[in-house]
């Protein structure tokens, strides 16, 4: 898949992640943890459970705030205290529950929070035919209407609605958690390649997942935490199954700098 | 299972139809008359009938009652318009308590805590202590229930306490409250009988009727702005390319629409009176009109209303998409008791005066059982304002009825009771058939 890009090529990341630090009481969630996310670049942020992928993920949501370090956008320091602040620089969560009200429509699910307005009453012409020209873009074509409820939709569907009702903000960083955790496997392309597509988009993606096989099949960049540190991060093309998986388990890889084949990709074991 | 996938499927053409049309509101996809009422049938196979089973029970009731009543009275234009007054009490109650029921909560309180603004309302209007005019007694009873619901729902929401314990304590409170109101200065109870023409405003609510000829002149010029809006708002959206109903199905909604103007103000217009004249519209029919039109309105097309059915369907959505949560569910409550303030001013007009025999905590419980069997359901997210007026109906209906028929009132709790236990049972084993059906859904 992706071509490699070497990071020089890659020029500032649109996000910069430098010593962060987060405790909740004597637990030390994140230790001087660095991250560099780019756009146009899908990056898989792995770790085994309780690593710290999901604190990291929602300190730049604005969830948490940092106890120290710096977060910097397009190369300026920044503050993200409130997921306010996180929306207000395109930055963009979906979480694994999605956050979708099934008793909703489509539609009115992806303006949630957001409605527009003429007189005082909800346009919902308007948001119909905005809703219905991101999810042309995205190619999410297998709802029946826009205006189902969204109890109707099928796993694959709720997330590309979920990832849809995300990007349509003018975001420009996009993270999403566990993207296919509860799919099938026709279900999981569907959202791998719409992954793809908000990176041809020119998004920056991160993408939560401890599935190697999501991440090799669509990940550019890999960045592995462990124990609340940032262990190793690069390429997606240095890496194969197995050194991923010492990674995420040890924090560490006895065969890391080793030339990682496409072949190891393939047959490593899981 | 395989309904389940289908959609996901898009190679299959019949088994993508086929889910699409148990699942997917038949209106949405149907570019003929014919093709919308076969995906409708469908649906209620599927066991999503809406307001189906409530429009069944009005009928089968009005054909027992036609029958059995003595003298077939049942359907003679007086008792209709009788059965109305009774049940727009419960239908302005219900349309209230479908707010709050709408968030997952619920009220108990609303009995009382409009009987408090009703009893406020009709002491003030008394000749013979505060002589207020009838507009600033009511504003002031109506204020009173505002305040009510901003109490109730600032300690739901703020303090977090379960509703059904704020409002039956509240329950409580209001009755003591409404009954010490209306024992202030008089041995009797206020009464809203008599010659002064600022009481017979409050009178008149309940009782008074517009001349047959406006009447019909007002019914014409709302069915004509009902019609307009719909035909042009659908039209608009069909040549956008926007989901919207097939033409026919617009014009049958406001052939509807327009029969049901038509038979109201013809019935209305009957002279119903044993001596005399007593002919239309009561004042009632437009108030229980109004409430329904700009409720409606405030649920279907403002922030607030979608914000209502967010936070019934996935409050955790609702907090994360930045909507005020406690501002919205306080709102609520607000409303709810706001409406019960309207509620019992007409019950008050109704019996002639306020009495401490209103039984509020039967009015609550009418009020809960017309939406909850017109299908709005309690856990939240789920439910219509024109659920409150078909339930109401129902209510009154058998109210009224089981009252022809010389039964007296344990007679009428024993059948209500069953009827709402019917309604919720066929409500819920329809809707579990559904639901297993797609539980396969990834």
Redesign the interface.
Known sequence: MGQVVKDSTLGEPRFKARGIDKHFGPVQALTKVDLDLYAGQVTALCGDNGAGKSVLTKCIAGIYEIDHGQFFWEGNPVHIRT??DAAKLGIETV?Q?L??????DIV??MF????R?RN???NE?DM??AASTTLAELRV?????????VA??????RQSVAVAKAVMWNSKLVMLDEPTA???V??TK?VLDLIRRLRDRGLAVMVISHNLNDVFEVADRIAVVHLGRMVTQGNASEFDRQTAVDYMTTGASSRAGQQASSEGVKSGPR | MAR??A????HDPTA?ATA?TL???PE??AQSLGEWLRAWLTRIRSGDSGVLPVILALLIITIVFQAISPHNVFLSAGNLVNLFQQSAVFMVLAMGEIFVILLGEIDLSIGYAGGVGAAITVQLVQPATAKWPWWAAVIAGLVVCVAIGALQGSLVTRLRLSSLIVTLAGLLIWQGTMLIILGLAFSGYPSLAGLDSNRQVLYNLMNGTIDPTISWIAAGVIVIAIAALLWFGDS??RR?G??APPVSLTIIKIALIALIAIAVVAICNVNRAAFGTLAGVPWVIPIVLAVFGLWT?ILQ???FG?YV??I???P???R????NLAGVRTLCFIICSFTAGVGLLLYASYLGGMSGNVNGGQLVLYAIASVVLAGTSLFG??GRVIHAILGGLVIGGIYNGMGLLGLDVRWQFIVTGLVLLVAITIDSLSRRSATSG?AA??
């Open positions: 997921p306010r979480y529950d956050a979708l009200a099934d008793n909703l009115q699910n949630l929070g957001r409605e307005m005082g009453l909800l012409d119909e035919r074509t297998t709802v029946r209407s826009i205006r189902q409820p109707s939709l099928s796993g694959g569907q509860a799919l099938g026709v279900q569907q | 389940a996938e959609p996901e499927t898009a993508a699409a699942e997917v509101p949405l996809m608009r959206r956008s926007l989901v309105m097309r403002t922030k979608r059915y967010a019934g369907g996935n955790e959505a609702a994360r998409a930045g909507i997210g789920r797609s859904r990834v």
